[in-house]
């Protein structure tokens, strides 16, 4: 601090005695002097100055300096070291953390930084000034630019990235500078382009081919790859902002043949145990499991997953990683992530999947890779994540792979007492018994993923089932797994059975009547879905239970004669309700952790505990919810379809008034989209006028701290200061006000939205059971016309468009 006073002495002269300035009197005169002095020493002292005082009095210089600090980046361009001045007090200006010295300020906003970023983009041509800078070879003002532009996109990222977007040659110019020979400008440049990039797919294409790739690689391959420092992650969390959910940028990856330059990463030296992981090396090999990830999401298009595979699998990614999962002292963080990382890289593709099939394990004796990781699934001592990880690459393995899911199935049937033998099926048997919650869990969804949309592993599984032996107790697999939802009071282990029983049956009749033969089975479930609720997880539990029964109705095949169809139905009136019914099986589509799975097909769950729901069953339930209320719906018909004519005239009239409620909902939907329009425009002018206030209010703080102000003006300026921060606060009510209007208004759209969709939903159902009513009837009056019946006219069907 007395280095401080006695350099403001030199620039500003010894004061008179006894009159010592106050900090914003001292801030005032050196901006005059940096903004008015004729000798370009005088101006570069002031910005010194200026910049030794910015940390600890950043209102002050900042309220008072910030257009003089604007002017001379633009007028003293030609003195390097005035600019870098200038350029270091506006980053400690807009600094968007706060310095220790500031930390006796309590009086000074958090968001400070915030608030003068948006000051100085008020003019995008100071965005241009920094641009224009970057092309300044000296070390300082090139550095101190991009670590300016640093802090302003950290302040407000969106803004900047619309600024630049309008700037000719303004991402061209920051690309250059990865080309610098300085380590510590190419370091902060890939910093820089990590913010610049986030979430802004224009810019994300503009830096891909401004060939990011290839000098990205470049640093990596330099630094040494996954033993390389922090430079490495920074290279590699830079293409996954340029590739994530960027189908161009996957596109322009794969053909540039950059998968092939990620094989180094993946390379494991043989005294990897001996050497061990350090945390960079984790945190270098994570960021490139994730750039694997993202080539193969199941969220990009089908297509470009398909090339990335078959890429990956020719090049030897895929084999590389196989290796790490074999190997020893690898972390279990990486482990984990590479374990997803192989379920993504071989899921939907049959050549894959064969790979992964045919690894063996290094184990004594061995055994193939894909029952190890059964094992470790199935065991209760292994760490949850690794668990999930397991689960989520055995569903990759058997997505839409009907050999493997096939062997699953037929490998239930024992084969050999001896432990080398061990089957998937075997194993995963055990785990549906096992005492062990998520063991049970976990193998129920594993084998529903060999049943779905697989109507002939469902009919090899009946027979499976029905054979096989548990133990010692002479009974099918299919009466425990009934007896197991019968007796078990563990939610988990219930919600696994209804899921695996529920994929079974639908779509074949013949497991319908199986499970219908089962002991107690339907008054078991007719027992769970009546059930009283208490909690969430009672409602999905009744949802789920209600699912199955609806299931065994629909594709009933009255081979069980005790449980027909029409028997089922009326038992379900009679002890559950139509209406209750239906809003138990409602209530599945409602549940939290049903949303939350039907999002990724990976499960992605914080605690044991939110482990209820697959990504599979849940598609399986929303293809199958509508047509399952609607077959029940439909009232109890006589023999064959004897009144087929008034059952049309009943569709007709409920999609009368479907059309009018779709009229209804539609104006309903654009009232509120007036509204929410309306809102949004008095919240924008309520947001600006508060913008300006807080400008104006920031800038008389500035004049009254310190005790500036002259003894005749405090009360006036005080009271100015009052009023400033009583209009504040009253335009922060309006806008709390307004937000929450509009939020109001946003979610009554969505509302009417989801119900319109629904609503849609259910017509166009109804329009496919109307035309298969149509069909029949047209058939019988075929039939009856050949058997020489008359046929009435009045029986003729009104045609679709008449319907609304």
């Given at each position: 601090?007395?280095?401080?006073?006695?350099?403001?002495?030199?620039?500003?002269?010894?004061?008179?005695?006894?009159?010592?300035?106050?900090v914003?009197?001292?801030?005032?005169r050196?901006?005059?002097?940096?903004?008015?002095?004729?000798?370009?020493?005088?101006?570069?002292?002031?910005?010194?100055?200026?910049?030794?005082?910015s940390?600890?009095?950043?209102?002050?210089?900042?309220?008072?300096?910030?257009?003089?600090?604007?002017?001379?980046?633009e007028?003293d361009?030609?003195?390097?070291e005035?600019?870098?001045?200038?350029?270091?007090?506006?980053?400690?200006?807009?600094?968007?953390?706060?310095f220790?010295?500031?930390?006796?300020?309590?009086?000074?906003?958090?968001?400070?930084?915030?608030?003068?970023?948006?000051?100085f983009?008020?003019?995008?041509?100071?965005?241009?000034?920094l641009?224009?800078?970057?092309?300044?070879?000296?070390?300082?003002?090139?550095?101190?630019?991009?670590?300016?532009?640093?802090?302003?996109?950290?302040?407000?990222?969106?803004?900047?990235?619309?600024?630049?977007l309008d700037?000719?040659?303004?991402?061209?110019?920051?690309?250059?500078?990865?080309?610098?020979?300085?380590?510590?400008?190419?370091?902060?440049?890939?910093?820089?382009?990590?913010?610049?990039?986030?979430g802004?797919a224009?810019?994300?294409?503009?830096?891909?081919?401004?060939?990011?790739?290839?000098?990205l690689?470049?640093?990596?391959?330099?630094?040494?790859?996954?033993?390389?420092?922090?430079?490495?992650?920074?290279?590699?969390?830079?293409?996954?902002?340029?590739?994530?959910?960027?189908?161009?940028?996957?596109?322009?990856?794969?053909?540039?043949?950059y998968?092939?330059?990620?094989?180094?990463?993946?390379?494991?030296?043989?005294?990897?145990?001996?050497?061990?992981?350090?945390?960079?090396?984790?945190?270098?090999?994570?960021?490139?499991?994730?750039?694997?990830?993202?080539?193969?999401?199941?969220?990009?298009?089908?297509?470009?997953?398909?090339?990335?595979?078959?890429?990956?699998?020719?090049?030897?990614?895929?084999?590389a990683?196989?290796?790490?999962l074999?190997?020893?002292?690898?972390?279990?963080?990486?482990?984990?992530e590479?374990?997803?990382?192989?379920?993504?890289?071989?899921?939907g593709?049959?050549?894959?999947?064969?790979?992964?099939?045919?690894?063996?394990?290094?184990s004594?004796?061995?055994?193939?890779?894909?029952?190890?990781?059964?094992?470790?699934?199935?065991?209760?001592?292994?760490?949850?994540?690794?668990?999930?990880?397991?689960?989520y690459?055995?569903?990759?393995?058997?997505?839409?792979?009907?050999?493997?899911?096939?062997?699953?199935?037929?490998?239930?049937l024992?084969?050999?007492t001896?432990?080398?033998?061990?089957?998937?099926?075997?194993?995963?048997?055990?785990?549906?018994?096992?005492?062990d919650?998520?063991?049970?869990?976990f193998?129920?969804?594993?084998?529903?993923?060999?049943?779905?949309?697989?109507?002939?592993?469902?009919?090899?599984?009946?027979?499976?089932l029905?054979?096989?032996?548990?133990?010692?107790?002479?009974?099918?697999?299919?009466?425990?797994?009934?007896?197991?939802?019968?007796?078990?009071?563990?939610?988990?282990?219930k919600?696994?059975?209804?899921?695996?029983?529920?994929?079974?049956?639908?779509?074949?009749?013949?497991a319908?009547?199986?499970?219908?033969?089962?002991?107690?089975?339907?008054?078991?479930?007719?027992?769970?879905?009546?059930?009283?609720?208490t909690?969430?997880?009672?409602?999905?539990?009744?949802?789920?239970?209600?699912?199955?029964?609806?299931?065994?109705?629909?594709?009933?095949?009255?081979?069980?004669?005790?449980?027909?169809?029409?028997?089922?139905?009326?038992?379900?009136?009679?002890?559950?309700?139509?209406?209750?019914?239906?809003?138990?099986?409602?209530?599945?589509?409602?549940?939290e952790?049903?949303?939350?799975?039907?999002?990724?097909?990976?499960?992605?769950?914080?605690?044991?505990?939110?482990?209820l729901?697959?990504?599979?069953f849940?598609?399986?339930f929303?293809?199958?919810?509508?047509?399952?209320?609607q077959s029940?719906?439909?009232?109890?018909?006589?023999?064959?379809?004897?009144?087929?004519?008034?059952?049309?005239?009943?569709?007709?009239?409920?999609?009368?008034?479907?059309?009018?409620?779709?009229?209804?909902?539609?104006?309903?939907?654009?009232?509120l989209?007036?509204?929410?329009a309306?809102?949004?425009?008095?919240?924008?002018?309520?947001?600006?006028?508060?913008?300006?206030?807080?400008?104006?209010?920031?800038?008389?703080?500035?004049q009254?701290?310190a005790?500036?102000?002259?003894?005749?003006?405090?009360?006036?300026?005080?009271e100015?200061?009052?009023?400033?921060?009583?209009?504040i606060?009253q335009?922060?009510?309006?806008?709390?006000?307004?937000?929450?209007?509009?939020?109001?208004?946003?979610?009554?759209?969505?509302?009417?939205?989801?119900d319109?969709?629904?609503?849609?939903?259910?017509?166009?159902?109804?329009?496919e059971?109307?035309?298969?009513?149509?069909?029949?009837?047209?058939?019988?009056?075929?039939?009856?016309?050949?058997?020489?019946?008359?046929?009435e006219?009045?029986?003729?069907?009104?045609?679709?468009?008449?319907?609304?």
């Amino acid at each position: 601090m007395d280095f401080l006073k006695s350099g403001l002495k030199t620039v500003l002269g010894a004061p008179e005695p006894g009159q010592q300035p106050s900090v914003a009197e001292t801030v005032e005169r050196l901006v005059e002097r940096a903004s008015n002095s004729t000798l370009l020493e005088d101006r570069r002292d002031a910005c010194r100055a200026l910049k030794a005082m910015s940390r600890k009095y950043r209102l002050e210089v900042g309220a008072q300096g910030m257009d003089t600090l604007r002017q001379i980046l633009e007028l003293d361009r030609a003195d390097n070291e005035t600019v870098n001045y200038a350029l270091d007090t506006l980053n400690n200006i807009v600094s968007p953390s706060q310095f220790e010295e500031e930390e006796d300020k309590p009086h000074i906003p958090m968001n400070i930084g915030d608030q003068f970023t948006e000051m100085f983009i008020k003019d995008p041509h100071n965005i241009q000034l920094l641009l224009d800078l970057l092309d300044e070879y000296d070390f300082r003002v090139r550095l101190s630019t991009v670590q300016l532009l640093i802090s302003l996109l950290t302040n407000r990222t969106k803004d900047i990235q619309e600024i630049i977007l309008d700037k000719p040659m303004g991402v061209s110019k920051m690309m250059d500078l990865l080309s610098d020979s300085r380590e510590v400008i190419r370091n902060e440049t890939l910093l820089l382009l990590i913010k610049l990039t986030k979430g802004n797919a224009n810019i994300q294409k503009i830096v891909a081919f401004e060939n990011a790739f290839d000098r990205l690689f470049e640093i990596v391959s330099s630094e040494g790859y996954s033993d390389g420092g922090i430079i490495v992650e920074d290279c590699l969390l830079l293409m996954l902002n340029l590739l994530k959910n960027n189908s161009s940028n996957i596109n322009f990856f794969k053909e540039g043949s950059y998968i092939q330059k990620m094989l180094p990463m993946f390379t494991i030296p043989d005294n990897a145990e001996e050497a061990g992981w350090s945390p960079q090396k984790v945190s270098n090999v994570h960021c490139m499991l994730q750039l694997v990830r993202t080539l193969v999401s199941p969220s990009n298009s089908a297509q470009i997953v398909s090339n990335c595979q078959k890429i990956m699998n020719n090049v030897g990614v895929l084999n590389a990683l196989c290796n790490i999962l074999m190997a020893s002292g690898v972390p279990a963080d990486i482990l984990t992530e590479t374990i997803n990382t192989v379920g993504e890289v071989v899921r939907g593709d049959a050549t894959n999947q064969q790979f992964i099939g045919t690894v063996i394990a290094p184990s004594y004796p061995p055994r193939p890779a894909i029952i190890v990781l059964l094992m470790s699934m199935v065991n209760e001592k292994q760490p949850f994540s690794l668990r999930c990880a397991v689960l989520y690459c055995f569903q990759c393995y058997l997505y839409r792979n009907e050999v493997s899911q096939a062997n699953l199935v037929q490998t239930l049937l024992p084969s050999s007492t001896d432990v080398s033998s061990l089957t998937s099926g075997q194993i995963l048997c055990g785990g549906l018994f096992s005492p062990d919650l998520l063991s049970n869990w976990f193998s129920a969804v594993a084998l529903m993923h060999a049943l779905i949309d697989n109507p002939a592993q469902k009919e090899q599984l009946l027979r499976v089932l029905l054979a096989t032996n548990i133990g010692s107790t002479p009974v099918s697999l299919l009466h425990q797994c009934t007896l197991l939802l019968q007796q078990t009071t563990k939610l988990q282990s219930k919600v696994a059975l209804l899921m695996l029983l529920s994929a079974w049956t639908a779509h074949c009749g013949p497991a319908v009547g199986a499970f219908l033969r089962a002991p107690g089975a339907v008054a078991g479930l007719v027992g769970l879905t009546g059930a009283g609720e208490t909690d969430d997880n009672d409602c999905l539990l009744q949802g789920l239970s209600a699912f199955l029964l609806a299931i065994c109705i629909h594709f009933n095949d009255d081979s069980v004669q005790n449980y027909s169809k029409d028997s089922l139905r009326q038992l379900l009136v009679k002890r559950i309700g139509m209406e209750t019914f239906t809003a138990k099986l409602s209530e599945v589509s409602r549940h939290e952790l049903y949303n939350k799975a039907a999002k990724h097909p990976q499960l992605r769950v914080n605690s044991p505990a939110e482990v209820l729901i697959d990504y599979e069953f849940c598609k399986l339930f929303k293809s199958l919810e509508a047509v399952l209320v609607q077959s029940l719906a439909v009232r109890q018909q006589n023999g064959a379809d004897e009144r087929p004519a008034d059952d049309l005239q009943q569709y007709k009239r409920v999609i009368r008034l479907q059309d009018a409620r779709l009229s209804e909902l539609l104006q309903q939907l654009e009232g509120l989209a007036a509204q929410a329009a309306a809102l949004q425009s008095a919240l924008n002018d309520s947001l600006s006028a508060n913008s300006l206030l807080k400008d104006e209010n920031t800038l008389l703080k500035a004049q009254v701290s310190a005790s500036s102000i002259p003894t005749s003006q405090p009360n006036v300026q005080s009271e100015k200061t009052a009023e400033y921060e009583a209009r504040i606060q009253q335009l922060a009510d309006e806008i709390t006000r307004l937000s929450s209007e509009l939020n109001m208004a946003k979610e009554s759209q969505r509302k009417a939205n989801d119900d319109l969709e629904k609503l849609r939903k259910d017509q166009d159902d109804l329009l496919e059971l109307l035309a298969d009513q149509d069909v029949k009837i047209n058939e019988y009056k075929i039939k009856l016309m050949r058997l020489g019946e008359k046929v009435e006219e009045d029986n003729v069907i009104e045609p679709e468009e008449n319907l609304t």
